[in-house]
Each structure stands twice: as structure tokens, then as C-alpha cells.
């Protein structure tokens, strides 16, 4: 059977739709049909069957699919050996990023990377909350997620997930505020408090949720913002207080804003860069996975080092 036509119908597995897998590989739906009709030749059995207007895979077509990510995997395998006899981590690696750890990690690993002759790293951005971030690793070689703890979004799915750090989160406070002096707050000093919030099902929702369940109390949202900045700009108005990310916050800013660490309560995030199997196996992009690594590491030390 021919490798590109079973990354074809590995393609219609992760995407589930023909047109998908046409417009991701610049080919027409027509053709795309037509080198699944082939393959089914080659291997002999019914590959996909018809759902409504589209195509699904059978029982035989999703074992093979599996199998198809196996063949990549050893095969970009094979060439990262290669290449580092070669020609190095050269190539373009493509990255998106939610936007505060994008700020806090990337121009740091960019600048270690730019003495990579031939390596170019291309990267964007999303709102981790308005899009399937797993679902990216279809598109990007390498996309940072984040996630509470115990509520992994990419499980199951067969990604590579490399960890890049465990960030606290704490409760930001107008610098005047009551409880700015307190060294760390409880559930019971804060649900009371006006809140800044995040909109419904964002992951920080789920720690306000554990707030009230741990005090009886009702936390009072006066506001909802899915960007960072803006939450911090209405904490340093005086206009309530809010979870905040300690290493992508914009900081402690004497004067109009504290963070204060939640004791009682598990509040982190798990930053994780994931990729396709495959993808994880070539060289440059496990380099660039290094210097992600690295930066990371380096933030975690230096916030370390401020706090002692």
C-alpha cells in the first residue's frame, strides 16, 4: 500500500470529513476520494462506508488509519536520524499558543533559537478557550495547551504531550485592598468578595466553583472577560478581584496590584506543548520542544528566586 495514501485516510480519521482532509492537503474532495478508492484496492477490503452525504471509516479502514500513524512515526523517526548526520535541525516548525504564555516563553526561545542556521519557527495565536487545541495539532507541529488539573482535554487522543510547567494561581488584589496584606488567602477570606470572572466553562471557573463548595458561600461575578489584561486593568481600578496566572500576570505592581497564593485549594494550570506523533519524532521540532523546555525551567527559577 502506498504511505500517502494511507496518510490520506489517517487524514479523513483525525478530521472526519473529506472536504477537511481535501483542504488541509490542497487537494480537491474528488481526489482525495479517488486515492481512497485505490487504497481500498490495495488493501483488499472496504475502507470507508457512506454516512448521509459524507464518508466514514470502517471497522478495517480505523485499524489501518492506527496503523498509518505508526508507518509517520517510524518513518519521520528515521529521518530525524538521518538529519542529524546531515543537515541538522533545519526546516520550519509551525507553533500556536494561547497568548500569555506565548508571552511569557517564546521571544526568549526564539532568540535561542536564532543561531540555528535553517531552522524558522512560525508562530500564531489563539484564545485557548474559543478553540479544540488538540484538535490544532492537525495544522501546527507544536500547540501549547493549558488545562486544570484533572481535566486533561487531549487525552485519548493519541498526542504526544511534553510538560512545560505547573503555574500557581493566584488571587490578584487592588494594592489598597483589605486582605493585601495577608501572606496567603483561604476559600473563606475571598468568596465574599467582588469578583472578576471568566466566562462559563473556562477552566479558572472551575476554582470559584471550589471556593463555594468548600465555604457554603456564593461568589459574587460582577463582570466576565476571557483576556487577562483587561481582568488585571479592572483589579488595579479598584472593580473587584480575580484569579490570575502568577508567571503571565503582569505582576506584582506596587501601587495597584498584589497576587496573593490560594492555599487550600488546588489552583494551578499544567502548561504542555502536544503534537502529533510524528510530528514529535523530527528533529527541528524537538529542538524547538528543547528551548521551550529550557525558557520554561528558566521562568519557574527566576519566580523562585523573587520569592525567596
Keep these: 500500500m502506498d504511505v500517502q495514501r494511507l496518510e490520506l485516510l489517517r ?3 483525525e478530521r472526519g470529513s473529506v472536504t477537511a482532509v481535501a483542504r488541509a492537503t490542497h487537494r480537491t474532495p474528488s481526489a482525495v476520494s479517488q486515492q481512497l478508492k485505490v487504497l481500498e484496492r490495495e488493501a483488499g477490503l472496504p475502507l470507508t462506508e457512506r454516512s448521509g452525504r459524507g464518508l466514514v471509516l470502517t471497522d478495517a479502514g480505523r485499524a489501518l488509519a492506527s496503523s498509518a500513524t505508526d508507518i509517520a512515526v517510524a518513518l519521520e523517526r528515521a529521518t530525524a536520524v538521518w538529519d542529524t548526520f546531515r543537515n541538522g535541525a533545519t526546516g520550519d516548525v509551525s507553533l500556536v499558543t494561547f497568548p500569555t504564555a506565548g508571552q511569557m516563553l517564546l521571544p526568549g526561545v526564539l532568540q535561542d533559537l536564532d ?10 495565536d489563539m484564545d485557548p478557550e474559543l478553540s479544540d487545541f488538540p484538535a490544532l495539532t492537525s495544522d501546527y507541529d507544536i500547540v501549547l495547551a493549558h488545562s486544570m488539573r484533572g481535566q486533561l482535554g487531549w487525552g485519548g487522543r493519541g498526542l504526544t504531550s511534553v510538560p512545560l510547567m505547573t503555574e500557581p494561581l493566584d488571587v490578584g488584589l487592588p494594592a489598597d485592598h483589605r486582605l493585601a496584606g495577608r501572606a496567603s488567602l483561604g476559600a473563606s477570606d475571598v468568596v465574599g468578595e467582588t469578583w472578576i470572572g471568566v466566562p462559563g466553562g473556562f477552566p479558572f ?21 476571557a483576556d487577562m489584561r483587561l481582568i488585571e486593568s479592572f483589579i ?11 508567571y503571565t500576570s503582569g505582576g506584582n505592581q506596587p501601587g495597584r496590584m498584589v497576587l496573593k497564593p490560594l492555599r487550600g485549594l488546588d489552583a494551578e494550570r499544567q502548561i504542555v506543548a502536544l503534537m502529533r506523533p510524528d510530528r514529535a ?14 525558557r520554561a525551567a528558566q521562568v519557574q527559577a527566576e519566580h523562585a528566586a523573587a520569592a525567596g
Design 205 to 225: 471557573e472551575r476554582i470559584l466553583h471550589d471556593i463555594e463548595q468548600q465555604t457554603g458561600g456564593r461568589a459574587r461575578v460582577t463582570q466576565r472577560f
Design 11 to 13: 487524514e479523513l480519521a
Design 115 to 124: 543561531a540555528i542556521d535553517g531552522l524558522a519557527v512560525h508562530c500564531t
Design 281 to 294: 519524532e523530527r528533529l527541528a521540532v524537538r529542538t524547538v520542544i528543547g528551548a521551550l523546555r529550557k
Design 236 to 246: 488595579m481600578a479598584g472593580l473587584g478581584i480575580a484569579l490570575v496566572p502568577r
